[in-house]
């Protein structure tokens, strides 16, 4: 079984950026991919950016293009959300997922491990 934490959210103002990390744990060969989401109150879990550990190569939903960076750490097993100029609009709670699959993929479904979450409000 593969644990998912993230860390790092919180209460900035708009414009600021913040950097969420998401440590993983447990039966970490059985990642492959990892992703952000986010899920806003009242509106469905939405797709941010995908990563997979094996080359670094990243996936990212068209309207977080330009502001929202995946990075990861393999050595660290942790991933990390950059994110600047946020806006009010970005505030949710954000989601890290684990898949055993390799290919990076936009669907909530295909991620089988998940995190609590941790809470991003941006205030204007």
């Known amino acids: 079984q593969v644990q998912v934490v993230e860390s790092g959210g919180g209460l900035v103002q708009a414009g600021d950026s913040l950097r969420l990390s998401c440590l993983v744990s447990g039966r970490t060969f059985r990642s492959n991919a990892m992703a952000w989401f986010r899920q806003a109150p009242g509106k469905e879990r939405e797709f941010v950016a995908a990563i997979n550990w094996s080359g670094g190569t990243t996936y990212y939903a068209d309207s977080m293009k330009g502001r929202f960076t995946i990075s990861s750490d393999y050595a660290k097993n942790t991933v990390y959300l950059q994110m600047n100029s946020l806006k009010p609009e970005d505030t949710a709670v954000y989601y890290c997922?684990?898949?055993?699959?390799?290919?990076?993929?936009?669907?909530?479904?295909?991620?089988?491990?998940w995190g609590q979450g941790t809470q991003v409000t941006v205030s204007s």
């Open positions: 997922a684990s898949s055993a699959a390799y290919g990076l993929r936009s669907r909530s479904s295909s991620y089988d491990s």
